[in-house]
């Protein structure tokens, strides 16, 4: 099984919580495009990957988390203990974005830190229809990203399914 459907497969796994065999189908998901991400999004699941290696307690982690990406290529996030006012929400899209973000032709994004040496990247996927995983009540909607955090080692790290936040809000 090749990278790519063995990433999909995770990523289904993960989602709707059947086995990969029953739900690998490439309608499911699909590789993100730039377009698809521009905007401000909050975070509606999160969950680490199995037997991933991370401090737990980093305050990256905190459960309130909120990306914007902008069409310059730059992006925001912010992780709160506590779930960001409108007014937070508002100041963080409009504030400087420190880092920059690309997608490469397979739809991983790229991001790079100002004075990080290396690249940070994740699968990223847009869900494409509804999926319902039995253990949780937060349904995956189409339009949703699928975020896989990667290691050094390519290996996954953390999932996290994001919702775009309306523009009138």
Known sequence: M???RLSLALAVVWMAG???????SPDVLRAC?????????????FGFAAGAAVDRSDPAYRIHQRYVFNSNATMAYVASA???????????????????WALDAGGRLLRQRPG?????????RVVTQPL??????????????????????????????LRKVPSGE
Request: with cysteine; aromatic share 2%.
């Open 82 to 100: 506590t779930p960001l006012t409108i007014e937070q929400e508002r100041a963080l899209a409009g504030a400087p974005a420190p880092v920059t």
């Open 18 to 24: 059947a086995p990969a065999a029953a739900q690998e």
């Open 116 to 124: 990080a040496a290396r690249l940070e990247t994740s699968e990223c």
């Open 132 to 161: 319902r995983d039995p253990r949780s009540p937060v349904p995956a909607l189409a339009g949703d990203v699928l975020l896989t955090d990667q290691g050094e080692d390519a290996r996954p790290i953390a999932r996290r399914l």
């Open 33 to 45: 495009r730039r377009a698809d991400l521009i905007g401000l999004w909050h975070v509606i699941r």
């Open 2 to 4: 090749g990278v790519r």
